[in-house]
């Protein structure tokens, strides 16, 4: 039997599988990548309806919002309260991480197919700017309500949850 411990919360930091270089893709060498790293997990676009394919696609990581356990710390508020320095500290791939997998592009069957790894997946087709932080773009601010018993000042709260970028097509339709 061996005894596996539990997390009790919120589980603050980067585990599971490692912000490191252990994705597909992340030697330049397939060969020795293929020999050390698993496949990467391919899939195709979802389809509006079961029928339609979306116009366009975004990319989206809440690395802001899970990253004030790291040093410097995030400072993701905006307003309402605001941090010193609104969106230092705010950086992808994480503080103390080598590497943030990505999404890329490849063709299976004539079918485009999405695939999650670093950019030097064999047979890839579009890497999105080869690394994390130019796919996923830059700090989002988003806007939320604030309950009148939590702040004595009206309005929203404006923070930096997340990094996104919006393409304006669907380079990858299914």
């Known amino acids: 039997m061996i005894r596996v411990a539990g997390c009790l919360g919120t589980d603050t930091d980067f585990d599971g599988v490692p912000y490191q270089n252990t994705w597909p893709g992340t030697f330049s060498n397939a060969s020795q990548d293929a020999l050390v790293h698993p496949s990467p997990v391919q899939f195709s676009s979802p389809l509006f309806n079961g029928t339609s394919n979306y116009d366009r696609v975004a990319f989206e990581a809440d690395l802001p ?72 773009g830059p700090l989002l601010p988003l806007a939320y309500p604030q309950s009148p018993s939590k702040t004595t000042t009206l309005g929203p709260t404006f923070r930096f949850n997340n990094f996104r970028n919006i393409l304006s097509s669907n380079p990858c339709p299914a």
């Open 65 to 136: 919002r899970i990253e004030f356990a790291t040093s410097p710390p995030c400072q993701r508020h905006i307003s309402n309260p605001a941090d010193p320095s609104p969106g230092s500290g705010c950086v992808n791939p994480p503080a103390g991480a080598n590497f943030y997998p990505f999404y890329s592009t490849t063709t299976a069957g004539g079918h485009c197919l999405w695939q999650l790894g670093g950019r030097f997946i064999p047979g890839t087709t579009n890497s999105f700017g080869g690394s994390s932080a130019a796919e996923f």
